[in-house]
Structures are given as structure tokens and as C-alpha cells.
């Protein structure tokens, strides 16, 4: 049983900046996708970015210009670098990766970020 832990959310204020990270207990293989979404109260989990392994990041319109996704297939890690954070950007954030090996994802338990003005 494979198990993700993401670590890095916190409190800040708007503006300021946080990386959040996540690994694997163990190194997965055949990793296709990897990436971050979140979820705030009262909301749908959404998509903030991902890695398509051979491809481009993708990342949420609400991003703009703003994260930076990276990841490490021969590591199972991921990281997720956030600036001039605001306060909707305040959730849950979860840690996502897909293996076509395993023919299934896995997600973390989710990392707080809380952003107040």
C-alpha cells in the first residue's frame, strides 16, 4: 500500500509565499501523472496543477502565473511552489499521483493552507 504525505501548508498573509511538498512511501512506478488539487469548504475539489510525465504543466486558471509545479518520477515526489498567495487561495490541499503500472492514483490527507489578509 502506497501512501502519499504532503508537508509545507501553513499560515501566512497575502502576498507571501509557501512550497508545498509530498512523497511517496515507497517509489511508484510507471508514474503518468502527478499533481496538486484542492478543496475549501462547501466546494469541489479542484485541479491547482499537474505533470503529464513527458509533457507540460498544467495548471488552474485561477493560478495565473502565480505556482510552480515540479516533480521527480524516480522519487515519487512532487512539489508545488506557491507566491504572492491570496486569501481564496485558503484550502486543502491534496497531493495526486497516477500510476498506469498500478492502473490507479493515489492521494495524500491533505496539507492546510491557511492565507489571511
Known amino acids: 500500500q502506497v501512501e502519499l504525505v504532503e508537508s509545507g501548508g501553513g499560515s501566512v498573509r497575502t502576498g507571501e509565499s509557501l512550497r508545498l511538498s509530498c512523497a511517496a512511501s515507497?517509489?511508484?512506478?510507471?508514474?503518468?501523472?502527478m499533481g496538486w488539487h484542492r478543496q475549501a469548504p462547501g466546494l469541489e475539489r479542484e485541479l491547482v496543477a499537474r505533470i503529464v510525465s513527458g509533457g507540460m504543466p498544467e495548471y488552474g486558471d485561477f493560478v495565473k502565473g502565480r505556482f510552480t509545479i515540479s516533480g521527480d518520477t524516480a522519487k515519487s515526489t512532487v512539489s508545488l511552489e506557491m507566491n504572492n498567495l491570496k486569501v481564496e487561495d485558503t484550502s486543502v490541499y491534496y497531493c495526486?499521483?497516477?500510476?498506469?503500472?498500478?492502473?490507479?492514483?493515489?492521494w495524500g490527507k491533505g496539507t492546510l493552507v491557511t492565507v489571511s489578509s
Open positions: 495526486h499521483i497516477y500510476s498506469w503500472r498500478d492502473g490507479r492514483g493515489y
Open positions: 515507497r517509489v511508484i512506478v510507471g508514474i503518468h501523472t
